[in-house]
């Protein structure tokens, strides 16, 4: 899909320096994972790099099972700090059979 070109790409404006930031998942069932991303834009290219880690998740849970059939929508608090940008977000994840995994996002957007 391409952007349409008469309306502002207020995303790629946002940053013209790039985007850096680490995110910390802390899941209910003991499994976590971190995340660090790096977006910069290469002419009108938006590229984005991601280094993600996961530890703990239990061998016989939804992660490790490929059971989770995706995120509740949800918003983040987002709070100025030392110079960045904090934010935290308790999300859902879904899972089959109705079940819901509860998910920890503790975010720094420098």
Known sequence: IKYPADIPDYFKKA?????TYDRK???EDG???TATVEMSL???????????????FPIDGPVMQNRTLGWEPTSE???????IIKG??????LVERGKMLKCRYENNYR
Do not use: I, Q, S, W
Not at 42 to 56: E, M, P
């Open 88 to 93: 935290d977000t308790v999300m859902y994840l």
């Open 25 to 27: 998942l802390t899941f």
């Open 31 to 33: 499994g976590c994972a």
């Open 77 to 83: 608090k987002m709070t100025p700090c030392d110079g």
């Open 42 to 56: 290469r002419g009108n290219t938006l590229v984005h790099k991601t280094n993600f880690h996961g530890a703990n």
């Open 15 to 19: 940053f013209p320096e790039g985007l």
